[in-house]
């Protein structure tokens, strides 16, 4: 899993980390939640199969209960993060990753800050860089 790790974390510096500077372009987007910062950017997409995004939350950070149309794969790699699917509170620390499947309704409390990568197989629309969707509350 190190190895693995390693790549992720190569892959994931293509792209600014927060609070470094951030660019508002495609690939970008800044949700409203609940309570903290969340920052997602695109790193990888094919368009049709499979796409890679980074995201970081602030400390005391929440997302909204919500749902994808398409499978979320979930990787830490710096913090934590309190993930509840289906009523089941799991803890995912570094290294740690969960696969959610489509239409699973799900939130994430972050407790301290958070850098994750998830892959979803195909895109998920909602996500930043693949359309010009609703965040996660419905708002633009």
Known sequence: ??????????????????????TQDDCYKEYKMIRG???GW???????????????NSIDS??????HSVAETIVVFEGQMRLKVNDKELIL????????PAQTKHNAVFDVS????TVTVPPAPEFPGISEGDNLNGNK
Request: aromatic share 12%; net charge negative.
């Open 1 to 22: 899993m190190n190895d693995n790790l390693t790549k992720l974390q190569d892959l994931t510096q293509r792209l600014p980390l927060f609070p470094e500077a951030i």
């Open 93 to 100: 620390n570094e290294q740690n990753s969960f696969t959610i």
């Open 37 to 39: 910062d969340c920052h």
């Open 62 to 67: 929440s997302f909204p209960e919500h749902a």
């Open 42 to 56: 695109l790193v990888y997409t094919n368009a049709t199969t499979v796409a890679v995004h980074k995201w970081f």
């Open 114 to 117: 958070c850098r994750y990568i």
